[in-house]
């Protein structure tokens, strides 16, 4: 055979067989499984859907939990009084309260005969009053320790804690009050080289 007899090939003839073959190879490659894909889809869903999403179809809804309140003491009485204690700075005082008209008892005497400020007298009776439930239960206390403005503090935080322990539906309201939290200020001791605390002594040139 002669080189004329050789047929020419041009470039256009050598990328046609490749093509060719990817063409090939495309349509030779399998069809996907499409529903069996959507089917474990479908299932991992399922799964990991939470208990009671009303989304997962055959699940009813779930109400949800009331909170459970502790029922209110029946078994108090003047003999056997609900007991509690309560501080303020360097006072204390041991709370008795059981049901009765109102009584306000403190070392043996009358609140307003105890505590001659309106102030403290209020302060004292605060939980009552915040309860409403001041003319419902008796109170007797024995304070010692500190002033009126401690002891007044101490009665009421002690009244506070008795009546949670009476009736805890109040502890929610006495609580957002502040009355069932010990207040912790106390007066800071006096320093060495100072009048008090922290006051210095005054200087003069003359």
Known sequence: MTESDTPETTPADETKPVAETVTEQVVEAPPTSEPAETAETAATDEAAAPAGDPSVVGEPEQPAAEAVVAAPRRDVDARNPVWAVGRRKSSTARIRMFPGGGNFVINGKPL???????????????????????????????????????????????????????????????????????????????????????????????
């Not at 505590?115 to 007797?140: G, N």
């Not at 304070?143 to 009421?156: E, L």
């Not at 009476?166 to 006096?190: H, I, Y």
């Open 112 to 206: 307003d005969e105890y505590f001659r400020l309106v102030k403290d007298q209020h302060d004292a009776t605060k939980p009552l009053h915040v309860a409403d439930v001041r003319k419902k239960y008796d109170v007797w206390v024995n304070a010692d320790g500190g002033g009126m403005t401690g002891q007044s503090g101490a009665v009421a935080l002690g009244v506070a804690r008795a009546l949670v322990i009476l009736e805890p539906a109040t502890e929610q309201v006495l609580r957002d009050a502040g009355l069932m939290s010990r207040d912790a200020r106390v007066k800071e001791r006096k320093k060495y080289g100072r009048r008090g605390a922290r006051r210095g002594f005054q200087f003069s040139k003359r």
